[in-house]
């Protein structure tokens, strides 16, 4: 039984081992003293569990898994619009900085799957149309590709491909919360700046400037001590409950229908079906920028992992 499906099996989260590994594990992420303040860990099962289920949930929706290999780039038209071309895809593989880790610890692995993202980019070119019989040249098209193909959590099946997925998810979720704290830190740290500044002012000032000056230190003061206040440790679970109990405000999916021809070339009005149009999921929040992403699969890797020199993985999903 996967970790997720042991966290879910539990009628009651407070006696749940599992969720209480998770709470450890997001705190620690955050600030490991929150250990010691009163109310840990119960404070903490509801946003982190809740947490928990919607990553789960997230990741078990990537559309996939693909197959891809130079095969499926000339029979899979979702393969060939994903990749400009078949090399490409030896490209996507051995520049992932995961894949060639994942050999390096696991030299008699097989089939993986795993995640890859990719950066989805688009141009305008100046093209040739077909109308019945009659050929326009130098129409404006677009042209969408692909970009910095990615691949990571790297597993021997898709189950556990997408549960690595999900806990990646979560700890994405978590950066959240930890930026929310590292935010008011930084907050009071340039107020102390201001204090200072101020203060060194003050020592120079005449009696007409000193007045002002000391209103405003008294309210800068006062400004400081409502953000100390907020960045005390019992005020943390505050901002865990503001990041995950609402996920999906800070990760989610979008999907992007796209009708494209064989070429990459988007497809408009009468050419543009409904039923043709490829999904696109992009993963929003996870990075600075966003990713298009699917579950992938492959077979024999290995070979062609080994052929290159490992300093030319460099890739990784997050910036």
């Given at each position: 039984m996967g970790l997720f499906a042991h966290l879910f099996s539990h009628d009651r989260d407070e006696d749940n081992p599992a969720l209480h590994a998770a709470i450890e594990r997001a705190?620690?992420?955050?600030?490991?003293?929150?250990?010691?303040?009163?109310?840990y860990p119960s404070a903490y099962r509801k946003p982190v569990a809740h947490a928990l289920r919607y990553a789960h949930t997230l990741a078990s929706t990537l559309p996939g898994p693909l197959e891809i290999n130079r095969k499926a780039y000339a029979s899979d038209t979702l393969v060939h619009a994903l990749f400009p071309s078949a090399d490409d895809i030896d490209t996507a593989f051995y520049s992932s900085l995961a894949v060639q880790d994942y050999f390096r610890h696991n030299p008699d692995a097989g089939k993986i799957c795993a995640m890859m993202g990719m950066r989805r980019m688009e141009k305008h070119i100046l093209g040739m149309e077909l109308e019945g019989e009659v050929?326009?040249?130098?129409?404006?098209?677009?042209?969408v590709y692909f970009s910095s193909h990615?691949?990571?959590?790297?597993?021997?099946?898709?189950?556990?491909a997408r549960e690595s997925v999900a806990w990646s998810f979560f700890?994405?979720?978590v950066s959240k919360v930890k930026a929310r704290v590292e935010i008011r830190k930084r907050d009071l740290q340039v107020q102390q700046q201001e204090k200072d500044l101020l203060v060194s002012r003050l020592y120079g000032a005449s009696e007409a400037?000193?007045?002002?000056?000391?209103?405003?230190?008294?309210?800068l003061i006062g400004k400081m001590q409502v953000t100390a206040s907020a960045i005390d440790l019992g005020h943390y679970v505050e901002d865990f409950e503001a990041?995950?109990?609402?996920?999906?405000?800070?990760?989610?999916?979008?999907?992007?229908?796209?009708v494209l021809d064989s070429m990459g070339i988007v497809q408009e009005g009468d050419r543009a079906r409904a039923q043709d149009a490829v999904l696109f999921n992009e993963l929003i929040g996870y990075d600075r920028r966003n990713w298009t992403i699917t579950m992938v699969c492959g077979e024999n890797l290995k070979p062609l992992v080994q052929a290159v020199d490992p300093a030319q993985a460099y890739r990784k999903l997050v910036a």
């Open positions: 705190v620690g992420q955050v600030e490991p003293m929150l250990r010691q303040v009163h109310g050929m326009h040249r130098d129409i404006m098209q677009t042209v990615t691949i990571e959590h790297l597993a021997p099946t898709e189950q556990q700890d994405r979720l400037e000193r007045a002002e000056m000391e209103k405003q230190l008294q309210a990041v995950l109990l609402q996920p999906e405000t800070y990760l989610h999916l979008d999907q992007v229908p796209i």
